[in-house]
């Protein structure tokens, strides 16, 4: 079965650029997760989709990031414009609904270095 | 705020010791508790998984879960080096993650 596939895996900006990271989880997953992790911290989660609409945003910052699930499978993840901030590891994960663990399956993640 | 606190280390266990990992949490409304285990430049991967107060035991790992003192911990026995990675706790509904213990275990 193949893992969650994530691209680019390495990004390098200037800050106020934009970017645009994209995901597609496990074939069958209704969810989609995306997630920031800082060095040294823990995953934050960004958004969560069930299928292509969305179950929560409220950690996404809306000014500068979107995201979108179209057809319900692939998914992107847009910052504009980037802040030196917003520098981390983006984490892809997915699931499914019939897992009662809610065990998340990780991508290898994009890190996004912001200049 | 909805916390998920957890001692950032490092941790450090010679070979074959027990490992204790803890984690509290804020939301008396939390309802699972997952521990993810993370190398280093690596994804996080789920290793245990629990919702009912008690222990619950997969092979070397023990997870303990204390829903009225708002602790979940994570017990490893006979630990290896290849148990060397930062243990992240998470919690359910809304996926919260903590910052991760560091666990060194040293041959």
């Known amino acids: 079965e193949a893992g969650v596939a994530q691209s680019p895996r390495y990004k390098i900006i200037e800050k106020r650029q934009s970017v645009a990271f994209w995901c597609n989880p496990i074939s069958g997953h209704a969810t989609l997760y995306w997630y920031q992790q800082i060095l040294g911290q823990g995953p934050k989660l960004l958004i969560q989709f069930q299928n292509n609409g969305v179950v929560d945003d409220s950690q996404l910052p809306k000014d500068r990031f979107s995201a979108e699930r179209l057809k319900g499978v692939d998914s992107t993840l847009k910052i504009q414009p980037a802040k030196l901030e917003d520098s981390a590891v983006y984490l892809c994960a997915s699931s499914t609904m019939d897992d009662p663990r809610n065990e998340q399956f990780f991508g290898p993640g994009t890190r996004l270095t912001v200049l | 705020q909805k916390e998920v606190e957890q001692n950032s280390g490092p941790l450090s266990v010679p070979e074959g010791a027990i490992a204790s990992l803890n984690c509290t949490y804020s939301d008396r409304g939390s309802q699972s508790f997952f521990w993810y285990r993370q190398y280093s430049g690596k994804s996080p991967e789920l290793i245990m998984f629990?919702?009912?107060?008690g222990d619950k035991e997969d092979g070397r790992f023990t997870a303990q879960l204390n829903k009225a003192s708002q602790y979940v911990s994570l017990l490893i026995r006979d630990s290896q080096p290849s148990d060397s990675a930062t243990y992240l706790c998470?919690?359910?509904?809304?996926?919260?993650f903590g910052a991760g213990t560091r666990l060194t275990v040293k041959p």
């Open positions: 998470a919690v359910l509904p809304d996926m919260r």
């Open positions: 629990i919702y009912s107060n």
